[in-house]
């Protein structure tokens, strides 16, 4: 089993940063991809970012490319999402999701972000 922990989440003025965090325990090792999605009132979830484990490559949402950073650092069983030039299509509760080799999902309990215009 996998336990997520995320952490980070706020309110923010427009064009401001943030970063959170999602801090994994339990059996890391079968963590192949670790990332971020999040979810609007009256929306689906979507994904944010996603970084593989071993080969670090990562995946953005096209609305999110060239603000968003996803990294991790392995020896920590961290992942950071750094937000920056936040918008209010922005807000939203931001979750952790690791996903093991065998296709598993364990999900945090969300971190809700608020970006005031």
């Known amino acids: 089993q996998v336990q997520i922990v995320e952490s980070g989440g706020g309110t923010v003025q427009a064009g401001g940063s943030l970063r959170l965090s999602c801090a994994a325990s339990?059996?890391?090792?079968?963590?192949?991809?670790i990332g971020w999605y999040r979810q609007a009132p009256g929306n689906q979830r979507e994904l944010v970012a996603t970084?593989?484990?071993?080969?670090?490559?990562?995946n953005y949402a096209d609305s999110v490319k060239g603000r968003f950073t996803i990294s991790l650092d392995n020896a920590k069983d961290t992942v950071y999402l750094q937000m920056n030039s936040l918008n209010a299509e922005d807000t939203a509760v931001y979750y952790c999701?690791?996903?093991?080799?065998?296709?598993?999902?364990?999900w945090g309990q969300g971190t809700q972000v608020t970006v005031s215009s």
């Open positions: 999701n690791a996903k093991t080799y065998s296709a598993n999902n364990f």
């Open positions: 339990g059996t890391t090792f079968s963590i192949a991809v």
């Open positions: 970084i593989s484990r071993r080969s670090a490559i990562t």
